[in-house]
């Protein structure tokens, strides 16, 4: 079992900026990526940015470019997501996940950080 654990969220305003942190511990046999998802109260959970363990090429949603950044220390099993310029419609349940190799989609979840973005 992989468990993954969420930190870094808050309540700030708009503009202000957060970081989100995400370690995986446990039975790992290496990662195909790990990403970032959110879900809004009353919304389904979207995606919002992944990157690729092997070479950390990164991935975005339209609406995070140019905002967020994420980024991983493979070393440590720790994937990171910055966030700039927040806005109200970021609020949301930010859930970190992780692709096992072997795995055809993301089988690894934490249990989500709460990031309330006022304006």
């Known amino acids: 079992q992989v468990q993954l654990v969420e930190s870094g969220g808050g309540s700030v305003q708009a503009g202000d900026s957060l970081r989100l942190s995400c370690a995986a511990s446990?039975?790992?046999?290496?990662?195909?990526?790990m990403a970032w998802f959110r879900q809004a109260p009353g919304k389904e959970r979207e995606f919002v940015a992944s990157?690729?363990?092997?070479?950390?090429?990164?991935y975005y949603a339209d609406a995070v470019k140019g905002r967020f950044t994420i980024s991983r220390d493979s070393r440590k099993n720790t994937v990171f997501l910055q966030m700039n310029s927040l806005i109200p419609e970021d609020t949301a349940v930010y859930y970190c996940?992780?692709?096992?190799?072997?795995?055809?989609?993301?089988?690894?979840w934490g249990q989500g950080t709460q990031v309330t973005v006022s304006s």
């Open positions: 446990g039975r790992i046999r290496g990662f195909v990526a």
């Open positions: 996940a992780a692709q096992s190799i072997g795995a055809g989609e993301y089988n690894n």
């Open positions: 990157s690729r363990w092997a070479n950390g090429d990164p």
